[in-house]
């Protein structure tokens, strides 16, 4: 989905300013924000919170892509998550009261992967084995862990959100 003209992101070489260990990582969320954006490019509106044969509506998508990064990353930092946290994980896949436009829901996920990116940008090689604990159980991980699955988790989404967004759009 990503402008057929470019390479895809890994192999357009190493991204300035981050760490070699995390560049796949780096890669794999800037693929994602571009794999997103064409899917989403004209999308209607009318159709952001449709469930086609009960798969989960592009809104949930585009809440999850931005909110897994969010919850991920910030385990990453040996944070717990905000109770602001908290409460959208609990709103995601709910059309909110206040609609969310595709537009504002794109800004929100590219906001998170610029976030995410940046962490890595200033991610220490040595601490990616740190343990880390994730949700209230404190289930065992490591910085690497952590952002790997963040990335595998993101690029999952996209492809289940291009099926959707295709299969609404005839």
Known sequence: MADNHKPEVWLRGPLDGIPPLVQPVA????QAREEVNAIMADFPEILLWVKPVGLASPGFHLQHLA???DRLFTYAKGQLLTQHQLNKLSLEGHMPEIGYSVS??????????EDAVLQLSSTDELMLTEKRGVGRAQVPSTVIGLYT?????????VGQLLVTARMLQG
Request: hydrophobic share 55%; aromatic share 4%; glycine share 4%.
């Open 67 to 69: 909110g897994v990064l």
């Open 27 to 30: 890669h794999a969320l800037l």
């Open 104 to 113: 504002t829901l794109l800004e929100i996920f590219n906001r998170q992967v």
């Open 149 to 157: 699955h963040a990335a595998e988790h993101v690029m999952r989404h």
